[in-house]
């Protein structure tokens, strides 16, 4: 669907630079690792060029917003009786760590 790159980027980020599983309830086991997340930028580079490297704080931003951003929808989700995400216990969507696929 059409929209801005730099949320396609911001979800990449989000999916990929932790080692932990989107829904892992041990917080402990979740981080960012930095290293995955300058490859992801490199390989941005190389393919997109300048254009990307000229707006460096937008990618920085771009995970942290969209993984904002899914955390509230799963929690309107929840709200709304868990209607849209797929849910595997109960209060799965209220973690703000569920399946991010529709069921």
Request: aromatic share 8%; glycine share 8%; hydrophobic share 40%.
């Amino acid at each position: 669907m059409p929209g801005l790159f730099l949320y396609d980027f911001g979800d990449m980020v989000r999916a990929a630079v932790s080692p932990a599983a989107e829904d892992e309830r041990d917080l402990s086991k979740v981080e960012a690792s930095e290293p995955v997340f300058e490859a992801l930028v490199r390989g941005t580079v190389a393919v997109l060029g300048d254009d990307f490297r000229r707006r460096p704080r937008p990618a920085r931003l771009a995970g942290k917003v969209i993984t904002f951003e899914i955390g509230l929808r799963f929690l309107t989700d929840h709200l709304d009786g868990d209607v849209y995400f797929r849910v595997h216990r109960e209060g799965h969507n209220l973690d703000a760590r569920g399946r991010s696929s529709p069921s």
